[in-house]
């Protein structure tokens, strides 16, 4: 598993990760206004509010 992310249904400990060199897990940080970018599928991007959007 190269990247993985945890989903917190309230939005409060919702957390990306990605592997590195080093094969150590290194927190993705949102950028441009809260959007998530996946290095291991280029292009996949998404902000992170609308993980929370969803009716489910």
């Not at 993985?4 to 441009?32: A, C, K, P, Q, W």
Request: proline share 4%; aromatic share 16%.
């Amino acid at each position: 598993m190269k990247e993985y992310y945890i989903l917190d249904d309230r939005g409060v400990e919702t957390i990306f990760y990605g592997l590195n060199d080093r094969g150590f897990y290194d927190r993705i940080e949102e950028s441009n206004g809260g959007v998530i970018e996946s290095k291991l599928l280029p292009g996949f991007r998404f902000p992170v509010s609308d993980i929370y959007k969803a009716d489910i």
